[in-house]
């Protein structure tokens, strides 16, 4: 997650939780829909997963990362930010002095709850899931006029999130697809519903699974400069999606 997530919220402090039974139960959330999540300390950054909550130990657990180096910097950090998003709810909260643990015998990440978690759900942010029944691309022009369509896996009246396999851009162009570039007059195609042209800033880029690298990644972007009836398109869809969930559940 792109920290310009949390840092551009205004009155932060009014999304603050400090009640420990509520932090304990938004973190079990996070944790049972095996959230990722970006973690941040001394200028590193790696993904992680809530495994467990002890709360009769105070403990918060947190995958193993892959890399051993990372691994062994973020014990030896004072502090770590921890930020994701859930169901269009952005999070944020900091953690100390982070330990190797084992838990049933599986290497972990072990460090005291969190005294307080921002819990920010704005109207903006709600995603809704692509359905597979609908055809959602966005396509990207890239510095050397390439165009590449990439399917759409959640959008929000604030942005969407596309979904890259990395197997069909070079390297040099895949490097392009890093938080804070610009992308001018993607076109947009709402299934069969209309098709607009925006504006996308990559807000973040991060594997699906940090595990397995083949199974591709998802590239968060936020829209810039939109226009009203595109907004109200949007608004519609979304609207017509959410439908669609409920008659489903």
Known sequence: MSPEQTDNIENMENYVLHGRSEIIQKLRQLGKKNTLMSVHFDGN??????????????LLVLDYGANETINKKLTQADKAVIKTDYD????????????????RGTQTLACALPDKVLWVQRRESYRVKVP???????????????????PVLDISQGGLALFDSNHELDLELELELEPGKVFEHCKLTLGQHSTSYIDLEIRNHI???????????????????LNGNFEMSLQKFINMVEMQQKRVD
């Open 45 to 58: 950054t790696m993904l992680t997963t809530i495994i467990d909550i002890l709360p009769e130990k105070n």
């Open 88 to 103: 269009g709810i952005v999070s944020q909260f900091t953690v100390h002095k982070v330990q190797k643990a084992r838990l």
């Open 132 to 150: 597979l029944s609908e055809k959602v691309i966005c396509e990207l022009t890239f510095s050397n006029n390439q165009t590449e369509k990439y």
């Open 207 to 225: 594997p699906i699974n940090p595990q397995e690298a083949s199974e591709g990644s998802r590239c968060g972007c936020a829209f810039l400069n």
